[in-house]
């Protein structure tokens, strides 16, 4: 029965768009307190940010930046290799 559970959970996080993003540490950080995975909150959701950086090849960089120095946005308080993981995992929301 309680594999049964995990299975349906596990499908119902795939149907609602997150098995693209590591939603446990967009939480831990605090990024889902603003950002939805498919509306906008306080900020976009993560499906709008994918979308809209789609075709920049420098985004990753820009946003890890932003992220880090505060400057239009809240300053995230992770290291590079966090904010990079983090920003990769939101890019790649579809």
Known sequence: M?????????????VAGTA???TAQLKAKGCLGCH???KKK???????IAAKYK???GAEQK?????????GHPKVNA???ELK???GDVLATK
Do not use: E, R
Not at 2 to 14: D, Y
Not at 63 to 71: E, H, N, Q, R, T
């Open 55 to 57: 075709a920049d090849k």
């Open 79 to 81: 290291s590079d290799d």
């Open 42 to 48: 306080v900020g976009p959701g993560l499906k709008d």
């Open 20 to 22: 693209n993003a590591d």
């Open 63 to 71: 946003l890890v930046a932003k992220l880090k120095s505060g400057k």
């Open 2 to 14: 309680k594999a049964s559970l995990v299975i349906l959970a596990a499908a119902a996080a795939l």
């Open 85 to 87: 993981k983090l920003v």
């Open 36 to 38: 939805d995975v498919d």
